[in-house]
């Protein structure tokens, strides 16, 4: 089992909708988690962080965590074209030295 | 604005050269991360570094080593390069505040061919 999952997609969405992207994660431990938008070609970007239960919002985004079912995900609302890139999930494992571990990826396509 | 600044954006080298890669950052960060990006597998931890000469290795350090001599420079070294290293290569910092991590910030990517 992965530590880090995620589904690989392509997840393709209409613009305007709802984009609903999920990871799990193997680490019960685990204490700060993350979503990062990458763009073809560029590095990743931080777009939200999340370290309590329930529900983060911020602008178009919404970051959800549920620890007990190891579960995190976000939400984007009013999808534009400009959404269209690769979603890593990453998690924060706390152990004698502390790490962030990535999941592979969802790649979004937001379609006119 | 945190900035992570790596040395090279492209580097072609050949097989058995040994390979360095540089990382430094201007926001005093404990924690560094090298990164390796292939297709279908995402982000894959190599080492990481949690204060000056103090290392650990990720899930795949094998054909790797590290160093950190100072707070700000984090290098990442193949020791004979091989064609299976040919990667994109993330170099990444943060701060290490509490018991929690903040976010990662990342470096603009090392794209490394080896032929």
């Known amino acids: 089992q992965k530590e880090v999952e995620q589904n690989s997609g392509p997840l393709s969405v209409p613009e305007g909708a709802i984009a609903s992207l999920n990871c799990t994660y193997s680490?019960?431990?685990?204490?700060?988690f993350f979503w990062y938008r990458q763009y073809s070609g560029k590095s990743p970007e931080l777009i939200m962080s999340i370290y309590s239960n329930g529900d983060k919002e911020d602008g178009r985004f919404t970051a959800q965590l549920n620890k007990a079912s190891q579960y995190v995900s976000l939400l984007i609302r009013d999808s534009q074209p400009s959404d269209s890139a690769t979603y890593l999930c990453a998690v924060f494992q706390y152990s004698s030295a502390s790490k962030i571990i990535f999941g592979s990826g969802t790649r979004l396509s937001i379609r006119p | 604005d945190v900035k992570v600044t790596q040395s090279s954006r492209y580097l072609v080298k050949r097989t058995g050269e040994k390979v360095f890669l540089e990382c430094v950052q201007d926001m005093d960060h404990e924690n560094m991360f090298w990164y390796r990006q292939d297709p279908g597998l995402g982000l894959r931890l190599i080492y990481f570094s949690y204060d000056v000469k103090m290392k650990e290795k990720g899930d795949i350090p094998e054909g790797y080593s590290v160093s950190r001599e100072k707070k700000e420079r984090f290098s990442l070294i193949l020791e004979s390069a091989s064609t299976n290293q040919t990667s994109m290569y993330l170099c990444?910092?943060?701060?290490?505040?509490?018991?929690?991590?903040?976010?990662?910030?990342f470096g603009q990517g090392t794209r490394l061919t080896v032929v």
């Open positions: 680490d019960r431990g685990s204490q700060s």
């Open positions: 990444a910092s943060s701060p290490r505040t509490g018991p929690s991590l903040t976010e990662a910030f």
